[in-house]
Nanobody, 127 residues
Framework: QVQLVESGGGLVQAGGSLRLSCAAS????????MGWFRQAPGKEREFVGT????????YYADSVKGRFTISRDNAKFTMYLQMNNLKPEDTAVYYC????????????????????WGQGTQVTVSS
């Protein structure tokens, strides 16, 4: 089972940018869609965006569309989340995960469709 490690979180002012990384341990990373999710204190984990195995398709939550971009480098077994124009409501712990089924797309990004969750990285946006 692939293991995932997120990095790149931190404290940033509103309007700023951050780039998160999700590094995977195994070759099977390349066969699976990947997703970014976030969880704010007292709230449920929510979908941020997903990217399919070949990077042909990406899907985003309405709240981040136009501000966040997901990409992946299969040669490096790494996925990225570029976050621009950050807002205080983006403050959360950000998690990456793999889709359960190889070569599948996940346009709705349901939490139950994903597994192998990383430990998360904190993103804090100050106003």
């Amino acid at each position: 089972q692939v293991q995932l490690v997120e990095s790149g979180g931190g404290l940033v002012q509103a309007g700023g940018s951050l780039r998160l990384s999700c590094a995977a341990s195994g070759r099977t990373f390349n066969n699976y869609a990947m997703g970014w999710f976030r969880q704010a204190p007292g709230k449920e984990r929510e979908f941020v965006g997903t990217i399919n195995w070949s990077s042909d398709s990406t899907y985003y939550a309405d709240s981040v569309k136009g501000r966040f971009t997901i990409s992946r480098d299969n040669a490096k077994f790494t996925m990225y989340l570029q976050m621009n124009n950050l807002k205080p409501e983006d403050t959360a712990v950000y998690y990456c995960a793999t889709g359960r089924t190889p070569f599948s797309d996940y346009p709705r990004g349901r939490v139950t469709d994903f597994r192998s969750w990383g430990q998360g990285t904190q993103v804090t946006v100050s106003s």
